[in-house]
């Protein structure tokens, strides 16, 4: 009797060994972070380094609508061939698609075309950084010869033959139609384009069911590994500067280094600011492609491991990739479409 007690006791210790054996194995195929720094689940948004976009931007809707007129407008380039939408389409996330836009007589421009998204929210415009304001970003593509390669009189004497132009100005800024006032006019249409309520910027305003649970652990990945150091604020990057190729010389490797890989150097002379770019937004991101500066990287998959291995110094690890990426695509917000 008391033996048979003995083995079946002997038996449960062992089914109770095994069954804690296979958990364990099943809290590390689950649970266990993959890295060091993962902190523990997340369930809701507490106090996070990324802010939701504003719902509402209050803007004079006269001057969005005469702006959006001119970004359309090919009659701002040389040659009446070229508007700010070719290389800025807001049909397709803002940008053409392309690795490098493609300017007046089919010249091709030296860096990769960034959205028009959200861009009143960047502390600096130009992958360098070296336009402080949307006002005077525009003079770039207007006198860059291989952009729109006009002018502001040509422009000027252009837009005076259009009635609609002269009535417009002339409504909103006293018969003025100057550089100064189409600056003013494009730019205020720019910050109508913002894209609030993403499912992630639900999830910051206390939704925690806006995101599903693989987009949660993507996102505390996304914090865990460290993309967060860079990508932050209410754009996940646009307020700060770092240098592409952390660890390890992405360029390098890439090959045919050109002067716009230099970056914020080509600003500043500074040897530090090699490399250097502003860090990108991941808004909208997986609209967005091709990838960085330079355009070398086709899909969002890529461009993360990219990210991971020279900017973190880590080795990608496929799970925690497809996971970073099914949280940065719950960052595509309402693209407000503009009467
Ligand atoms: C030929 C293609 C082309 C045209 C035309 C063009 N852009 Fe761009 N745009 C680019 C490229 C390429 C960049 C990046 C240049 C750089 O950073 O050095 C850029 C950058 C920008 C940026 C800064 C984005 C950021 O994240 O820093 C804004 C804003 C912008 N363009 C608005 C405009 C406006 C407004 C017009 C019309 C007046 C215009 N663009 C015309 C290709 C173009
Ligand atoms: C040390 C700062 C830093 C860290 C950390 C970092 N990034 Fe970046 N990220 C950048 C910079 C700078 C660029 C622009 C590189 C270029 O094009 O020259 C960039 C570009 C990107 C782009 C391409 C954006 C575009 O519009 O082309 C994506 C996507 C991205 N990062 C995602 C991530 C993810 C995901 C992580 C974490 C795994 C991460 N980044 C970590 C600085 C950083």
Redesign the pocket.
């Known amino acids: 009797m008391s033996r048979m007690f003995k083995k079946r006791h002997l038996l449960l210790v062992i089914l109770f060994v095994l069954a804690s054996l296979l958990s364990l194995k099943w809290t590390q195929m689950t649970e266990q972070p993959v890295i060091a720094q993962l902190g523990p689940p997340i369930t809701a948004a507490g106090d996070e380094p990324i802010e939701p976009i504003p719902l509402h931007v209050s803007l004079n809707m006269e001057k969005v609508i005469l702006g959006k007129q001119l970004f359309h407008d090919p009659k701002l380039s040389k040659n009446n061939t070229i508007s700010c939408a070719s290389c800025h389409d807001l049909t397709m996330g803002g940008i053409d698609r392309r690795a490098h836009s493609l300017g007046i007589n089919g010249q091709i421009g030296a860096i ?1 075309a ?2 028009v998204l959200n861009n009143s929210f960047h502390f600096k415009q130009f ?1 360098d950084g070296r336009a402080s304001s949307l006002e005077e970003q525009v003079d770039g593509p207007i006198h860059a010869a291989n952009e729109m390669g006009s002018s502001w009189p040509e422009i000027i004497e252009k837009l005076k033959q259009s009635p609609e132009y002269v009535n417009a100005f002339d409504k909103l800024y006293e018969k003025d139609i100057s550089a100064d006032h189409i600056k003013d006019a494009i730019a205020t249409f720019e910050r109508s384009l913002y894209t609030p309520n993403s499912r992630f910027d639900q999830f910051l305003r206390g939704n925690a069911n806006a995101l599903s649970d693989p987009e949660k652990e993507g996102y505390r990945r ?1 914090k865990g ?3 967060v ?3 932050q604020g209410v754009l996940l ?1 646009g307020n700060m ?4 190729g ?1 660890f390890g010389d992405y360029i390098k490797e890439r090959g045919n280094e050109t002067k716009a890989d230099l ?1 914020r150097y080509n600003v500043t002379g500074k040897a530090e600011d090699r ?8 808004r909208n ?1 997986s609209l ?1 492609a ?5 355009g070398s ?1 086709k899909t ?1 998959d890529e ?2 491991k990219v ?2 291995k020279y ?2 110094g880590r080795e990608p690890n496929q799970k925690d990739v497809d996971l ?1 990426i099914q949280f ?1 695509k719950t960052l595509n917000g309402e693209i407000k479409e503009v009467a």
């Open positions: 990769n960034p959205t992958w996304f590994y460290g993309c150091a860079c990508h990057g500067y770092q240098k592409f952390v970056g490399y250097m770019f502003k860090v990108p937004s991941l991101i967005t091709p990838y960085f500066h330079d990287v969002l461009a993360v990210m991971v900017q973190l970073i940065l």
